[in-house]
Each structure stands twice: as C-alpha cells, then as structure tokens.
C-alpha cells in the first residue's frame, strides 16, 4: 500500500476512492480500522469512520489507530479526507485530527484544501464557495450538525487548532508545483489553507506535495497523487477490473439533503416504486424493517424506502425526540431494512446519506470495499462481496435521476 487515507465518513470515503480509481490506483475501502492486513495489491486503502460528529477526543482516537494500521500497511503518504463544504465545529473535528496525525508523523507544512470543482466546491482568497455562493450562503450555514457560519477557512480552522496558519492564494497555484514548494517552504506555519478553483490547480497542488508525509483535503485534493507514484514507477498499470452484477435492486435513502429530496421526487415522478417512512412509526415501533424489506421485495423494478423529508419535518421530529435518538433509530432501521433486502436476495443496493450509508454498511458486516467506477461525480461503483454490489451516495451529490442511473451502472 503506498497511500494511506483517513476518510470522516463512509461515503465521503467513497468520493475519495472514486478520485483515487478514475486517476489509475487499486483502491479498497475498509470500514473502520481492519484487525488483518490489507491483500497486497492494493495500491490506495481508506479507512472510513463515523468520526465526523463524533466528540473530539474519539475522532482523534480512532483517527490515531486508523494511522498506526496504514502505517503497518507501508503506505508513504497520508491524506486526511473531510468534507467539501469542510463540515466542522468551531471545536473540531478537522483541526484537532490533522493536529494529531501531524504530531504521530511528525509532518509539517500540512496543507488544507477542501476544493471539489466537479460538484462545485471552490477555495479562493482562503474563502470556501459552493458555486457561486459563499458556503455560508449556501444552505450549509443550516445544517443541523456542522452549521457552517463562515466562509473563511483560515478564520473556521483557526478556532480549531492551537497554532497560526499559513495560506497560498491561487495566483502562486496557477505558478506551478514548484512556486507553491517554494511558497509552502516559506511558510511560517504547520498548517496551511491552499486556494483551488479548477482541477488542474488540484493536479498543481498534489505534484507539489508529492514528499510531504500528510495532507488533508476533499477528494479533489487526490486528483494528483497517482501520477506522482505513477512517475516513480510505484503503480501497477492495470487496474482492479470491474464486475457488474446482475439480479434485484433496491434503494435506501436518510438523506434529507436538498438533492436527494429532488432524486427522490424523481424517482417517485417516473413511476419507480417508492415507500416512504414515518419516522414518528419509527420511534413509536409501528413501523418497522421487516415490513420495510418485505414491500421492497414484494415490488418489481427499483424500489426505494425514505425517510428523506424537508428540513421543517425533519427539526418537528428531532424537537419531539431528540437528534440523537432519532439518528440512532432510523440509521437502526435502514441497517436491518439493508440486512433483510440481501438476505432477500437483493444484490444492487443503493444508499443516500453518509450517516445512512454507514450504518448500511456496518449493518451489513462488510469489511472491505472494491472501488469501481464512476457513476456520478463523487460516487463510484463498489463491489461489497461475491454477489453483491453497492452505490453510497453523499447527501448533495448525485444527478437528478440518481437511483435509476446508479440501479443501472451497478449491473454493467
Ligand atoms: N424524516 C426524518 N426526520 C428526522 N430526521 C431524519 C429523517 N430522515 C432522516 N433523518 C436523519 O437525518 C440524518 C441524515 O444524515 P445522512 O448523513 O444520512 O444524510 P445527509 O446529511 O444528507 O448526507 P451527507 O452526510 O452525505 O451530506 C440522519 O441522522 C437521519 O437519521
Ligand atoms: O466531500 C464531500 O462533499 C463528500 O465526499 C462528503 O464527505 C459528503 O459528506
């Protein structure tokens, strides 16, 4: 293994091994810190977690332990993956953890650059955009967990590490690798905010940092460090081939996003079949996975089980019951509702939330995942075993006709 990856959640840990695949490396995603050593030919590993919203100190803990297996694993490189609209507290999680893999590495000049220009997350002057809004303009200043209130990364990341920062503004970036070496060199700081509007600026930035120990990022930051192993002649040149799988499908969303609300609405407009769930029957025990996965099994063609609701419905809920309580329920339900569907004989699953998708996957008991394809930006095709084959798609990501794209992608 020559790249070591920490992912803060599953399907963000998907996105990267999306980037990872489509530049030329064998990419295996594990869930969570694996007790064996990874096969050998494999070129990237990513340990994902559920650290994002975790309290700080078990992010940082689970963090370190990811690192230690990776570095067992041989890996040269380590890249820290969060969140494109960089989902954070004032207190953590990204600061504390890239402090705390810099401090087991002993690595300096760490760069930050959540960019992903493909679904429209830019960094400029330090400011984070999500298209042509500020992120705190973007909707992502209401999220129920990381409220992103500011824009500046510098000022945001600022708030979570003990020391000062640095920044590379994009016009030393469209300079070259060797401009932003010598500006990284220049630095006074440990840590520094890196500008990135194009793909070609991630491209620059990776050849920059190819002997660096760490860096942290969004999948873009990726984009250009197969070619450095490649340069070194570290990669093999074929990749991990991709096996489609035949049989039943099926879709499970808790994602409450803007975009999967538009996907399901889609979905239910082109005549799929669809169920969605009462989280209050939820909570109250009325409605349950068994009766979930038996209307799915019992329906032809792609059906879909939600509890994807606007952001009206969803705070109604969490003021009755709680926040975590009705996470802890409903990620419960989607990981039998997954369980019953494969024991049905379901063998396409297709997942949208992070939160949602990790609690499938664990749910599920899998191990390890073989990145393949893309089938949209930031969501790739995965084989999860012999027979069965998953699409983990994040909240935002994902055209308008995900599910019915993803269902197809999975069988080819
Ligand atoms: N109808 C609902 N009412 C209240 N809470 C809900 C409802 N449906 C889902 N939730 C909760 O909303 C959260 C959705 O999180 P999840 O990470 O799965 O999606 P997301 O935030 O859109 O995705 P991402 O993290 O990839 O952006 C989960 O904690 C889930 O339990
Ligand atoms: O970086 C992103 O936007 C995604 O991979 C993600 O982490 C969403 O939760």
């Known amino acids: 293994m020559l790249l070591g990856c920490i992912g803060d959640d599953f399907t963000g840990s998907s996105d990267l091994g999306n980037t990872l695949v489509k530049a030329g490396m064998r990419t295996v995603q594990y869930s969570g810190t694996p007790s064996a050593p990874a096969a050998p030919d494999v070129e990237a590993g990513i340990v994902a977690l559920k650290s994002r919203t975790l ?20 890996c040269r490189q380590f ?8 989902d954070s507290t004032p207190q953590g999680n990204i600061g504390p953890v890239a402090e705390a893999l810099s401090d087991a590495l002993n690595a300096d000049r760490v760069i930050f650059c959540p960019a992903f220009p493909a679904t429209g997350r830019t960094v400029f002057q330090g400011h984070l955009f999500v298209g042509d809004r500020l ?31 640095g920044h590379i503004p994009a ?8 401009a932003v ?10 840590f520094v905010v890196t500008d990135a509007i194009r793909d070609e600026d991630l491209v620059t930035l990776g050849q920059a940092v190819a002997d660096q120990l760490l860096l942290t990022g969004g999948s873009g930051i990726a984009l250009g460090l197969p070619g450095n192993f490649r340069a070194r002649g570290l990669l093999s040149s074929d990749a991990l081939p991709w096996r489609g799988q035949a049989g039943r499908a099926a879709a499970l969303s808790g994602s409450c996003s803007r975009a999967t609300r538009g996907q399901v609405a889609r979905h239910i407009a082109d005549g799929h079949p669809a169920s969605g769930i009462d989280p209050e029957a939820v909570m109250a025990g009325t409605a349950t996975a068994a009766d979930a996965a038996r209307w799915a099994l019992s329906q032809d063609g792609l059906p879909l089980v939600y509890s994807s609701a606007d952001p009206d419905a969803v705070r109604a809920v ?65 084989r999860a075993g012999e027979n069965l084959v998953l699409a983990l798609k994040s909240g935002n990501f994902g055209a308008e006709e995900f599910f019915a794209k993803a269902a197809e992608r999975l069988a080819g």
């Open 55 to 74: 309290p700080v100190a078990e992010a940082v803990r689970l963090s370190l332990e990811a690192l230690d297996w990776l570095r067992a694993q041989g």
């Open 79 to 86: 890249l820290f993956k969060y969140c494109s609209t960089f």
């Open 135 to 165: 992120l705190s303009e973007s909707g992502m200043e209401n999220h129920p967990l990381t409220p992103m209130t500011d824009p500046d990364l510098r000022r945001w990341l600022g708030l979570q590490i003990r020391d000062g920062l």
């Open 318 to 382: 969490q003021g009755r019951h709680g926040t975590k309580a009705v996470a802890a329920r409903l990620d419960a339900f989607f990981a039998e509702t997954a369980r019953l569907l494969v024991t049905g004989g379901v063998t396409r699953l297709i997942t949208a939330g992070g939160e949602t998708s990790g609690a499938v996957v664990e749910g599920l008991g899998i191990g390890a995942l073989e990145i393949g394809p893309e089938i949209d930006p930031g969501v790739p095709a995965i």
């Open 181 to 190: 070496r010598a500006a990284l060199s220049a630095q006074g700081h440990r």
């Open 171 to 178: 016009g030393t970036v469209w300079q070259g690798a060797d």
